[in-house]
């Protein structure tokens, strides 16, 4: 078998330097498990089941998208030429837009985004090129499924693919214990793709792409750049642990704390219940290098009646955030801590009326 880089080089799993023609431009999640998952999904799928106009392989280009203060898009990043593909990202209206998968309830900017998906819908245009289902627990299962029951795709190589974005992505963990000590590769690929520094102004999430269409996760992690960013990581993860139980205080059910003075790229986002199990939300403060966010979430081992809990993708909208209905966040932009925390007392005013 041909090695993952030599394919990745050629072109026929991506375009590493930006050279050459493009055929298909894939948009996705970034600093997310998922996110870099669907991409990988989408990658197989459109590459075994999508033909080129002119039979030749296709070339990949991949572009990570985050959620931020302010427009989401640029027209000018969509190929002219080719097909542009979003994955576990929310729609774009753009009429450059070829392929699109999500899963969130927030995928939507506008109504009149999501007017114009359901036309495509209603009128048969793009019911075999956009798929928008909020029930799937990842994007990566949402493409797999597609992949084989439209398409026929042989989905058993992906078992494990699948299996851990499901996990990951619906926090599907057995314990608080096993999602923060990170045991299993998938937990400790998690914490490399959401929290490494970029390289060069680029996310290292792309590079993990073309080795997830190819390899096992183990096999991933063995690789040599992700066991040099693996180390620094773990301490810094010990670290903010050490720094959230400095911080966090839970009361009426809430967990709420502000790491904002110390910016970090990302954290474990169950360490709020692996300190507290008896908190049902969580409300954290923080900041990165583009944004000061506002994380909402519920502890996913409450023993409380899914009836009972709030609908946390809904709380955040109000504030031009989104999410899931059980998990979800808000960007501010980095000078705006202000109303970020302001936003931060209101969410946490309306769980503690909710029952906590």
């Known amino acids: 078998m041909v090695s993952w880089w030599v394919r990745y080089a050629v072109g026929v799993f991506g375009n590493p330097e930006g050279r050459g023609d493009v055929n298909c431009r894939v948009f996705y999640h970034d600093k997310c498990f998922d996110g870099a998952c669907s991409a990988a999904m989408f990658t197989r799928f459109h590459t075994e089941c999508v033909k080129a106009a002119d039979g030749s392989a296709w070339r990949y280009a991949y572009q990570g998208l985050v959620h931020r203060a302010g427009s989401l898009f640029e027209e000018s990043w969509f190929e002219a030429r080719g097909e ?9 209206a753009s009429p450059k837009l070829t392929w699109w ?8 900017m506008t109504v009149k985004d999501e007017e114009r998906f359901r036309r495509g819908q209603m009128d048969g245009s793009e019911t075999m090129r956009q798929f928008f289902d909020p029930a799937y627990t990842s ?4 493409i797999a499924h597609v992949a084989q029951t439209k398409f026929g795709m042989d989905m058993v190589p992906f078992r494990e693919l699948i299996y851990w974005a499901n ?15 990170m045991a299993e590769p998938a937990m400790k690929l998690t914490m490399v793709i959401e929290s490494a520094p970029d390289e060069d102004g680029e ?23 992700v066991q040099e960013l ?25 967990i709420r704390f502000d790491i904002t003075d110390q910016p970090t790229e990302g954290y474990n986002k169950f360490i709020p219940y692996y300190l ?3 908190g049902t939300y969580n409300v954290g403060l923080s900041k990165s290098s583009f944004r000061t966010k506002v994380s909402v979430g519920t502890n996913p081992w409450t023993t409380k009646d899914v009836g009972e809990l709030a609908n ?5 909208e109000r504030y031009g955030g989104g999410g899931h209905a059980r998990v979800g966040a808000i960007s501010f932009a980095v000078d705006k801590e202000d109303e970020a925390r302001a936003a931060v007392g209101e969410i946490v005013a309306e769980l503690e009326k909710s029952g906590a």
């Open 312 to 316: 946390i993708a809904a709380i955040c």
């Open 101 to 108: 998968f999500d899963h969130h309830l927030s995928a939507f």
């Open 230 to 254: 693996l180390g620094p990581l773990l301490e810094q993860h010990f670290a903010v642990l050490e720094l959230i139980r400095e911080r966090a205080v839970c009361e009426r059910g809430v």
């Open 139 to 142: 994007c990566t299962g949402l």
């Open 276 to 278: 507290f199990p008896e």
């Open 167 to 181: 996990i990951v992505d619906g926090a599907k963990y057995e314990s608080a214990k096993a999602a923060v000590e």
């Open 203 to 225: 996310s290292v999430s792309k590079k993990f792409i073309p080795l997830l269409t190819e390899m096992p996760l183990q096999q991933v992690l063995d690789q040599p750049f």
């Open 84 to 92: 542009n593909a979003i994955v576990d990202f929310k729609y774009s």
